[in-house]
């Protein structure tokens, strides 16, 4: 499990990434929001840890804007503001939990666990996409109700480009994300191409709408949407 914790407390920070990493989760830490928007651009996560007083943009501002950009990841928001207005507006501005300062570490962890559960009891509905569906239980992918017939690859792929629809996906991120590759000292951009190929006539070629798209000079998109320069 990837966590992005966006605290501008150095301490709290490197305590925070150390206890984590002890725990077994893989931890990026940054200290102001423009970072954290950097981040979930560009790399995949399955929780944030959103300290609400940051320079610059505030924790209030970083959440908002994240959920009008479609982030939908589980965001904890740990302040050391405490009154009932405080909370009420940091879950309105779509924060999923809220931790106030100081808190005990196994708490941090025992809501960090509810979250994850909820997102990934989320990710078994169907991922869908105009008449594309896919079941991530059985990994099986219909279009206009037909069988799709993808390889274990070919479906990670699909699965990944669904989950971040309407958002371009790069190439970075599908070698570390679906190809698990943490350092690229042997650059997969033909490798991703050669897979995104076959997948487009599997998934796209038999149908008249085509749902994967490329971003010239940035990556991939999944969307049913002719509003991009896309090919």
């Known amino acids: 499990m990837r966590v992005l914790v966006v605290e501008d407390e150095r301490k709290i920070a490197d305590a925070l990434k150390r206890g984590l990493e002890t725990e077994g989760y893989e931890v990026i830490a940054v200290s102001s929001g423009e970072e954290g928007f950097f981040c ?23 959440l908002k804007t994240i959920r009008d950009k479609g982030f939908s990841l589980p965001v904890l928001v740990l302040t050391g503001r405490d009154t009932v207005e405080d909370r009420v507006l940091g879950l309105d501005s779509g924060a999923d939990d809220y931790l106030v300062k100081p808190f005990a570490f196994p708490e941090l962890l025992a809501r960090m666990r509810l979250l994850l559960r909820r997102g990934k009891h989320e990710t078994e509905k169907p991922l869908a996409l105009a008449d594309l569906e896919l ?3 059985t990994h099986q992918a219909l279009r206009n109700e037909q069988l799709l017939d993808l390889t274990s690859r070919e479906f990670e792929l699909l699965a990944y480009l669904l989950k971040h629809q309407g958002h371009v996906v790069s190439r970075e991120m599908l070698a570390h994300d679906v190809w698990k590759v943490r350092e ?5 951009d033909n490798v991703i191409d050669v897979n995104i190929a076959r997948l487009r006539r599997k998934v796209d070629d038999p149908f008249p709408l085509k749902l994967i798209r490329t971003i010239r000079g940035v990556g991939f998109m999944a969307t049913a ?3 991009h320069a896309a090919t």
């Open 40 to 62: 979930l651009n560009s790399e995949s996560f399955d929780l944030m840890l959103l300290d609400l007083m940051l320079p610059g943009r505030d924790g209030l501002e970083v």
């Open 135 to 137: 079941h991530l239980p």
């Open 184 to 188: 690229r000292s042997t650059p997969l």
């Open 225 to 227: 949407s002719d509003d």
